[in-house]
């Protein structure tokens, strides 16, 4: 199973950007998906999550700018990032989690880094 994020980069404050994950090896539906985030010097926290029945669930310091959704034809996860501010910077990280009774995994990517910067 590998989950490969791209679609970080620089972004200007007020700006959006629109990171993506792609989930190989596995089936992406019936699993819940997310975004995690990790600045420098924190510890990593959620940004978002949707489960396998679209039920979202966003950080308050995202509500309103942040939206994640899911292709599960494509097998794909994204986010859209809006009215970015500087304190979104951090590296951005896909997660997937398997549970089923009597079994429980998460799956992670690499991460992408989003810094926000003028």
């Known amino acids: 199973v590998q989950l490969q994020a791209s679609g970080g980069g620089l972004g200007q404050p007020g700006g959006s950007l629109k990171p993506s994950c792609v989930a190989s090896?596995?089936?992406?539906?019936?699993?819940?998906v997310g975004w995690y985030r990790q600045a420098p010097g924190k510890q990593r926290e959620l940004v978002v999550g949707v489960t396998s029945g679209d039920s979202k669930n966003y950080a308050d310091s995202v509500k309103g700018r942040f939206t994640i959704s899911r292709d599960n034809a494509k097998n794909t996860v994204y986010l859209q990032m809006n009215s970015l501010k500087p304190e979104d910077t951090a590296v951005y990280y896909c997660?997937?989690?398997?549970?089923?009774?009597?079994?429980?995994?998460?799956?992670w990517g690499k991460g992408t880094l989003v810094t926000v910067s003028s």
């Open positions: 997660n997937l989690k398997v549970r089923r009774p009597g079994y429980a995994r998460d799956y």
């Open positions: 090896g596995i089936i992406f539906s019936g699993n819940d």
